[in-house]
């Protein structure tokens, strides 16, 4: 069964850093495009920062020059930097994957549980 498991999240101050990591676990084909998405309270989850299996990215324009998002493949882990940390980022923060579970099959999507981050002003 896949997984995906995610930590580094926590309560930290404006303007400081946390550093978030993304494994995904189990059997499967080929790990595709994996992102980052955000949900605040009262709010639609949204994306953060997506990085292809080629290190191709793309970031949300609230995150742009502050967070980094990059992919170790050989560990199947998906890491966001996030720096200069504002308030408004205060979220749940959940990893996603598209994963090819069998060569015959097409992609399946997968999030993972989600972790809190607060920053605090």
């Known amino acids: 069964q896949v997984q995906l498991v995610e930590s580094g999240g926590g309560l930290v101050q404006a303007g400081g850093s946390l550093r978030l990591s993304c494994a995904a676990s189990?059997?499967?084909?080929?790990?595709?495009?994996m992102g980052w998405y955000r949900q605040a309270p009262g709010k639609q989850r949204e994306l953060v920062a997506g990085?292809?299996?080629?290190?191709?990215?793309n970031y949300a324009d609230a995150v742009k020059g502050r967070f980094t998002i990059s992919r170790d493949n050989a560990k199947n882990t998906v890491f966001l930097q996030m720096n200069s940390l504002k308030p408004e980022d205060t979220a749940v923060y959940y990893c996603?994957?598209?994963?090819?579970?069998?060569?015959?099959?097409?992609?399946?999507?997968?999030w993972g549980q989600g972790t809190q981050v607060t920053v605090s002003s």
């Open positions: 996603k994957a598209d994963i090819v579970i069998d060569w015959r099959a097409g992609i399946d999507v997968y």
């Open positions: 189990g059997r499967f084909f080929s790990l595709n495009v």
């Open positions: 990085i292809t299996s080629g290190g191709n990215t």
